[in-house]
């Protein structure tokens, strides 16, 4: 029971933003949004995460809509290093539901 | 770096086989996820582990089970080994049994072959 959706890929030239988008409608109010990253097969590695309000770190800014039926990460500088696959999940009391992610390929 | 090993990291098994997968967790966390990850596919919920109970599964059959130590390492087994059992495990650690703020951080992976 998928619980987000993305599409499969996208494209970024490098140094620009990247914004991924995200569909969760059928999110509860207690749900929050996370995102993780997955380079090459390897380990998924943290990226943000959200409830209601919009979020910022280091690495990206997490953007939810009011209704929290959809969200948006944004790489502000894209570089070479983001290209992987971003997973949009929605983390149910312990239990994090990945979607099938998207592939994002930063092009030089 | 997450601080989060695991072992090994490929093997190759035949149907019917069991196999027992080995994850560290990071220094100080006591709570321990495992995911199956198939080609192509987001990471799938196995269990979770939390001061050696097992504390949520997901849609997941009895012959993947697991344990978790006092030092919060795990294993993850599964017996009658099938060909769709082919995948990267992934073990993932964090604190209080998952139900806090605290984001879950993920080992390397250990990818299983099923012949």
């Known amino acids: 029971d998928a619980k987000t959706t993305q599409p499969p890929s996208m494209d970024c030239a490098e140094g620009r933003a990247a914004n991924l988008p995200c569909n969760h409608s059928?999110?509860?109010?207690?749900?929050?949004v996370y995102w993780y990253r997955q380079i090459h097969s390897q380990g998924p590695q943290y990226i943000i995460h959200?409830?209601?309000n919009n979020e910022t770190n280091e690495m990206a800014s997490l953007i939810i809509t009011e209704d929290r039926k959809s969200s948006t990460l944004i790489l502000p500088h894209a570089t070479l290093r983001d290209t992987a696959v971003y997973y949009c999940?929605?983390?149910?009391?312990?239990?994090?539901?990945f979607g099938t992610g998207t592939s994002l390929t930063v092009i030089p | 770096e997450t601080g989060v090993t695991q072992s090994p990291t490929h093997l190759i098994k035949t149907r019917g086989q069991q196999v027992t997968l080995r994850c560290s967790s990071q220094?100080?966390?006591?709570?321990v996820s495992w995911y199956q990850q198939a080609l192509g596919q987001g990471p799938q919920f196995i269990f979770q582990y939390y001061r050696e109970e097992e504390n949520g599964r997901g849609n997941f059959p009895p012959r993947f089970s697991g344990l978790q130590f006092p030092n919060y390492s795990s294993e993850l087994n599964v017996n009658a080994l099938e060909l769709d059992d082919s995948a990267l495990y992934l073990c993932?650690?964090?604190?209080?049994?998952?139900?806090?703020?605290?984001?879950?951080?993920f080992g390397p992976g250990t990818r299983l072959l099923v012949l």
């Open positions: 999940i929605v983390r149910v009391g312990n239990q994090f539901y």
């Open positions: 959200g409830l209601k």
């Open positions: 220094s100080g966390h006591n709570t």
């Open positions: 993932a650690s964090t604190t209080g049994g998952g139900r806090g703020l605290e984001t879950q951080y």
């Open positions: 059928t999110i509860s109010g207690n749900e929050y």
